[in-house]
């Protein structure tokens, strides 16, 4: 039994050992038990279970003969040659006479799957049973049982456990790994189990100087920057170089298992400088022993370095001796180079039904894009399940993907928060950021945005470069949380370097724009055509957008034509729409072929456009029939701004009936011209006056300068059945001034200088006027020139020269031009010529 709770900081087994036996080399780690040692449990781990003290007391051997000990050894020769059957039965007579050697090799038969299936459960049973007894066996049975209960593999996990058996193992003098497997116990400790690193750096120091690589291996982690133990690169190279050797020479001796440690040294994450033919070459010397591991390892390798014959056929090696990953590899390189010829997907299904979370991932995908199979998104599901029961993190991320879209299945975020927090949990920085995501946007949950910030960062330091992007978009934007431009161009950048193509187009349109008022139109562009030619419509567009509008960049609207046509053939939804603006400004600036070609293609804006270019002869010769024509194809498909110019030509012609079903269409498009024009037709014929003016109101809500100057006019004077409100009236005029607008500054000049309806206000009206017909006001212009001829007694004259005379005062200077028109209206039949000529003009 062990005894109770020794109070010693130093840990001792607990049997009494002659001389220290076993544990002589851990002086000042682990005691000297001397006359009788204390059980190392209670100072590192809890109390051991009584119901496991038996096996480790100290009871009479099992009573073997020499004879016996000849069939167990013949036992052993039976499983090296294979001859399962016979040895089973040998040890099963054998576990029957009481013999706890026998039922530790039957152990390691069910534990490693030799002759039997697998059992992990049944290996513990028969480990736990050749404890019984001692013998000497029982170190190692201790060692293998040590082992499931820290895996938690047929048994439930125990760390504790697991501890005393460990260190009954060492106390047996087991020269196999029992110090390296406590030692990395005690690097972090265990449940029930308290970490003690000054012990774990002993006992792998001891197993080091026996010449144990591994524990070589370990303490040249330890010592590393990031390692466990304190920073020592010397020390760390200096164990590194040690296991080297070592290893060297048992891969020498054709150990493949040394082959492959010595290739992990030498890649770009091992101990030594990285060295890429060393590692391929050790690898290679496994694979030709005939390794699977290493044959998949190499074959990986040679993939990289596009020797894609040797690596297809170590992979089909590999994988006709079962190895599962050269499976799963296989088949993804073979779907990835023809998807078609079904090998691919074979592989694939084959390393799957062996419990591949890879090959099942990859098979969930391939039934997702229907590549190389009939799509079947249900399967693809059942497939990512299958991976995700084995807790593979990127299977339960796409199965968050799957559940957050419409794309394959009905959206459920709910089902897809629990996979993605579960993925989360594991680690899997893809389900982290697309958590953070879903708390930034509030899908499925409320918005949480410090959490979604939290796990993006998380993600984003786990390298995910989406997660980057849409840290530097939130941080952009400023909306969601808090603007930190800085802190976005940063992160947008790392997305970038990353490879991330989104990334590339949000930065390139955020230099366009401008960060913090910094235009960066070079880099912008740089960044835009990078991701335009890695497949990014939006990039496109964006770069179409910009070279039209003349944002950040020299206008071009050849090259954003050509910008915007790849992005329409890339699918782009929008850019069609944004094309066919572009193809219309380069009518208007004489283009007229691209016009017609966007007509031609069917946009109902540009069919509209080229029925006015050739109603008014802009870049065509006038052709009414023509006008009329793609008018008509424009108002067919549905184009309010074509219905409205049909409307205003049937009006010209009289035909008002014919006019307002055109106009009836417009208004229903929301067209705010045809407001004004229908609702200018209902008052003019009295048909409806009520409707009219509300028409009329609605356009100049709408911003069109035409209905707002008809508007004043009825309200100034009470027109078209409404009370005068000169107030109102005065309102629509000033906004049309404040906006600059010719016709308001015309009308509300003149009204000030008539002074019925406005206070008379000589200056202002005037300077109003001067303004309008600077604009090239038509009717202000001939106002100003009638007011000349009549102060000047000349109202016969020809109005020809008193424009003459205005072109003179407007083109000089423009405080003795304001002088100049103030003195010219001081006269009453200055100002009379002006008050006499009808207001409706100046809406012009």
Known sequence: MPRPHDTRPIITPWRQLPACAGLVLLVGMAGCAGSGGAPPGENHATALPSQYAHWFEGNVEADMSGDDWNRINYAQRLIEEGDYARAEDQLRQMINLGFPPASYHLGRMYENGLGVERDTAEAARLYAEALELPSSSRGHASLNLAKLYLEGDGVVRNDALAY????????????????ITLAALMVEGGDGVQADRRLARRLYQRAAER????????????YRPDGWLVDDPERSEQYAEQAAATLQAEAEAGDTGAMQR??????????????????LDWLLAAAESGEPGAQTQAARLLLEDGDEAQAISLLETAAEQGDVDAMALLGDHLLERSAHDGQGIAWLERA????????AVSLASAHLDGDGIASNPQQAIALLEQAAEQDDGYALALLGELYLSDEHLPSQPLQAIDYLQRGHELGHPYATMQLGEVYLEGRGVAGNPRQAETLLRESASQGQASAKRLLGEAYLEGETLDYHPSRAERLLREAVEAGDTRAMTVLGEAYLEGIEGELQPEWGIDLLEDAARQGDDYAMVVMGRAYRHGDGVER?????????????????????DALMYTQRDLGAAGDIEALVHAAEEGHPGAMADLGRAYLNGQGVAANADQARAWLERADRAGHPGAAASLGRLQLDAGDEAGARDYLERAVAGGHSGAHADLGELLIESGDDPERGMQLL?????????????????????????????????????????????????????????????????AARGSDLLLAAAEQGHESARLALAEAYLAANGLESANNE????????VIEGDSQLASQTLR??????????????????????
């Not at 010595?262 to 590692?279: F, I, S, T, Y």
């Open 823 to 844: 003195q010219l209206l001081t006269e009453d039949s200055a100002r009379d010529a002006i008050g006499s000529r009808d207001l409706s003009a100046a809406l012009e």
């Open 262 to 279: 010595l290739a992990r040294l030498h890649g770009d994450e091992g101990l030594l400088d990285g060295d890429p033919q060393q590692r």
């Open 211 to 222: 010449g144990d690589p591994r524990a070589q291996l370990a303490l040249a982690e330890a």
């Open 801 to 808: 020269q008193a424009l003459i005379w205005l072109e003179g």
């Open 352 to 359: 799957a039904e062996r419990g591949s979370a890879d090959a």
């Open 164 to 179: 005393y058996l460990l260190w009954q193992a060492i106390d047996e003098d087991v020269e196999r790994d029992a110090e």
């Open 697 to 761: 109101t609605q356009a100049a809500d709408a911003g069109h300068s035409g209905a707002r100057l008809h508007l004043a006019q009825a309200y100034l004077y009470g027109d078209d059945g409404l009370p005068q409100d000169t107030e109102r009236g005065l309102g629509y005029l000033q906004e049309g001034v404040d906006n600059g607008h010719p016709g308001a500054q015309a009308v509300l000049g003149r009204e000030y200088l008539r002074g019925e309806v406005l206070e008379y206000d």
């Open 556 to 576: 071009d609207l050849q090259r954003s034509a050509y910008w915007l046509q790849q992005a329409e053939d890339a699918g782009h939804e929008s850019a069609g």
